[in-house]
């Protein structure tokens, strides 16, 4: 179930909002393809919990990346509850706090998974200047979700953990992690201008209340 206390995904989202406000959304969404065997494997809420919620009183509209599935990789389903988030946010002129843990593309759902990455681009470009966007990123934030924190108002990552990338460092020529990693929380906020700040899972969640 998304909403056990043992999950990650959905604690974060406990510790961010105001006691007892938030509410899920989309809880019974599970993967819809079937190829290479994803029929026999569980997808509860598609590996994203959605939702809103209060912060100090103020409507927001979250969603939680939860890694325990699938890696938290974005698919067909995945992409849409998190577009629907926006749609909803939007009308309602609230923020959405994106709290990122993911290992990219869901290779299994091909074509359908990258349709979803464009649907959420999509959504954050037609919600840029209306609503506030805030990113955090908690784990791994590779690939084409690379583009959510930099299209975002205010992207955060976590100290020790995170990682944010377009390619590993190992894919360019002549660099290895040692030598420059250029995945790291330091890199990205001091050298690419990605992310605003860099700071431990409480300090971030702490921080995005006055955000807020």
Same mark, same amino acid.
């Given at each position: 179930m998304s909403n056990s206390n043992d999950n990650s995904a959905m604690q974060r989202i406990a510790r961010l909002v105001d006691e007892n406000s938030f509410m899920e959304i989309g809880s019974l969404v599970t993967a819809r393809s079937t190829d290479f065997n994803l029929a026999q494997t569980d997808t509860p809420s598609d590996g994203v919990i959605t939702g809103h919620g209060l912060i100090n009183g103020s409507l927001v509209f979250v969603y939680s990346q939860d890694a325990s599935v699938l890696g938290g990789t974005i698919g067909e389903m995945h992409a849409k509850k998190i577009a629907a988030v926006y749609d909803m946010a939007v009308k309602m002129g609230a923020p959405v706090i994106g709290l990122i843990d993911c290992a990219g593309i869901r290779l299994q759902e091909s074509v359908d998974?990258?349709?979803?990455?464009?649907? #959420?681009?999509?959504?954050?470009?037609?919600?840029?200047?209306?609503?506030?966007?805030?990113?955090?990123?908690?784990?791994?934030?590779?690939?084409?979700?690379?583009?959510?924190?930099?299209?975002?108002?205010?992207?955060? #990552?976590?100290?020790?953990?995170?990682?944010l990338f377009l390619n590993s460092p190992n894919a360019i020529a002549g660099n290895r992690v040692d030598k420059c990693d250029t995945a790291s929380p330091a890199f990205q906020s001091a050298e690419t201008g990605t992310i605003d700040k860099v700071g431990t899972e409480d300090e971030i969640l702490a921080d995005r209340k006055s955000v807020v």
């Open positions: 998974a990258l349709e979803g990455f464009g649907a #959420i681009y999509a959504k954050q470009a037609q919600a840029s200047g209306v609503i506030p966007q805030i990113s955090v990123i908690f784990g791994n934030c590779g690939g084409g979700l690379a583009v959510v924190p930099a299209l975002s108002d205010f992207s955060f #990552i976590e100290s020790k953990k995170a990682k």
